[in-house]
């Protein structure tokens, strides 16, 4: 579906990363609706609303009053140890909550796109592709694959994209492992960095540009939206660390499991981008070069 300058598109968690960045990228092409839950804020040019998903009886009447054209769902308990420690409430908002939008989206005729996770993976096998079966390690995993399904049972025409490790620059009020990595060694304070926890990290520009493409491509069903290399948390610090002139020696590298997790993270999550770099004609940026352009926007203060 193109995106038409009529059109009005919702994107739920507008305060978040990826929520923050794609309803940027869309203002201005079309009236952009964006919703937040704790933190009031969003790009400009994007209306602003308050949704909390755990008030389930206010989400069909919210979406009702701004009747969108496509709805864009990434409101999320993403921390995984907060969603293991609460699961009644991981469950409230990233299951219940979704198959509440999609009932709203059936109901009103629109377009519905879903974030999900590579953490739907055990992570046993690595480089996943969309017909490997899912075998969550943690209730954020288990919460986001129900998502996926109730979703898919109500809009079997939805688009469904998993996606990796998000890195770049966040809302005002939200992070990425980047920014992290910023935060912590620009202190000169050390960082422990896992060596074996393999991912295909994706630049949030990257993962906007591709939802919009899929948009355009009316892309239908399950795809991995990923970055173009698999790369470990302590790799992927090395090179931000190499980019943005940060003291690699304050990278303290550890194995997952010598760390105290609540929540079971898989070793190797990386997915398998392939079907949709091939239906949609997507071309992930190389890590190197992103993070070349990132520091560079860093410097000149542009990423705000
Ligand atoms: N970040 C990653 O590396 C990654 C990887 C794979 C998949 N994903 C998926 O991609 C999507 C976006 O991730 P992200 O990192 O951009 O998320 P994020 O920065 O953690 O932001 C989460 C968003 O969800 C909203 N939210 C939280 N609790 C809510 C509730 N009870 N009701 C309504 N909204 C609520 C937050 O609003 P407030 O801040 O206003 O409370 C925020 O806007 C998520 O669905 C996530 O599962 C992310």
Same mark, same amino acid.
């Given at each position: 579906?193109?995106?038409?300058? %009529? ?37 400009? %040019? ?61 109901? $009103? ?18 480089? /996943? ?15 986001? $694959? ?20 998000? /890195? ?59 970055? %173009? ?9 090395? $090179? ?5 002139? $940060? ?50 926007? /860093? ?6």
């Amino acid at each position: 579906m193109k995106i038409a300058s %009529s059109h009005t598109v919702l994107v739920t968690g507008v305060s978040g990363t990826l929520g923050w960045n794609l309803s940027r990228r869309l203002a201005g092409r079309c009236r952009v609706v964006g919703t937040f839950c704790s933190h009031k804020v969003a790009p400009s %040019s994007v209306e602003a609303i308050g949704l909390d998903l755990r008030n389930i009886d206010r989400v069909a009447d919210a979406i009702r009053s701004i009747k969108p054209h496509i709805i864009i769902h990434l409101a999320a308990l993403t921390h995984p140890d907060v969603c293991e420690e609460n699961p009644q409430v991981a469950f409230a908002i990233n299951r219940d909550g979704t198959r509440e939008i999609a009932l709203a989206a059936e109901t $009103l005729g629109a377009k519905l796109v879903f974030a999900s996770t590579d953490l739907v993976f055990d992570g046993s096998k690595g480089n /996943y592709c969309e017909d490997d079966e899912a075998h969550p390690l943690s209730v954020y995993g288990k919460s986001k $694959l129900e998502a996926e399904r109730a979703l898919l049972d109500i809009c079997p025409d939805a688009f469904v994209f998993r996606t990796s490790l998000i /890195y770049g620059f966040g809302s005002p009020v939200s992070g990425t492992f980047l920014t992290a990595l910023l935060q912590r060694l620009g202190k000169g304070e050390s960082m422990k960095v896992f060596t074996d926890q393999k991912r295909s990290p994706i630049l949030v520009d990257d993962l906007a540009r591709a939802i919009v493409l899929a948009l355009e491509k009316d892309l239908t069903g399950r795809y991995h939206i990923a970055g %173009s290399e698999v790369l470990t948390r302590y790799e992927f610090a090395r $090179l931000v660390c190499e980019a943005f002139g $940060l003291d690699e020696t304050l990278l303290v590298p550890i194995k997952m499991a010598e760390f105290d997790y609540v929540a079971k993270r898989p070793l190797d999550s990386s997915l398998d981008g392939t079907r949709f770099r091939h239906v949609s004609g997507f071309t992930p940026t190389p890590t190197v070069s992103a993070l070349g352009r990132l520091a560079e926007n /860093y410097r000149n203060q542009k990423w705000k």
